[in-house]
C-alpha cells in the first residue's frame, strides 16, 4: 500500500507560479515512478511530469516542457511540481501518481493522491 498527500493548488493569474507537493509513504516497490498528471472535465488524465526518483530522469508533456520542473526530496519523500509561467490552459485537476512504471499509472494500475485544483486566469 502507498498513501499520497498532496497540497499546494490554487488560483493565479497568468504568468505567475504555484509549487504543488506529495508526500509519500508506503511500499517503496510501488512507487518506484513518480508523476504528476492532470485532469480536466471531460478528459482522461494525462501525465504531465514524469521522474523514476531512484535513476533521478524525468520527462514532460510537451505544452509543460521548460515551464514545469519535477523533483523528488529523498529525505522528506516528497515529490514537487514547480510550475512557472502558468497559462490558462494549465488549469485542472492534479493528481500525484505513484506505480512500479509509468505505463502501470497511465493504465490505472497504481495509487493516486486525492487531487488538488489548479486554476489560472488571463
Known amino acids: 500500500q502507498v498513501q499520497l498527500t498532496e497540497s499546494g493548488g490554487g488560483s493565479v493569474q497568468a504568468g505567475g507560479s504555484l509549487k504543488l507537493s506529495c508526500v509519500a509513504s508506503g511500499d517503496s516497490a510501488s512507487r518506484k515512478y513518480m508523476g504528476w498528471f492532470r485532469q480536466v472535465p471531460g478528459n482522461q488524465r494525462e501525465a504531465v511530469a514524469n521522474m523514476y526518483p531512484f535513476l533521478g530522469t524525468t520527462t514532460y508533456t510537451n505544452s509543460v516542457k521548460g515551464r514545469f520542473t519535477i523533483t523528488y526530496d529523498n529525505a522528506l519523500n516528497t515529490l514537487y511540481l514547480q510550475m512557472n509561467s502558468l497559462k490558462p490552459e494549465d488549469t485542472g485537476m492534479y493528481y500525484c501518481?505513484?506505480?512500479?512504471?509509468?505505463?502501470?499509472?497511465?493504465?490505472?494500475?497504481?495509487?493516486w493522491g486525492q487531487g488538488t485544483q489548479v486554476t489560472v486566469s488571463s
Open positions: 501518481a505513484a506505480a512500479r512504471t509509468l505505463s502501470d499509472a497511465t493504465r490505472g494500475r497504481g495509487y
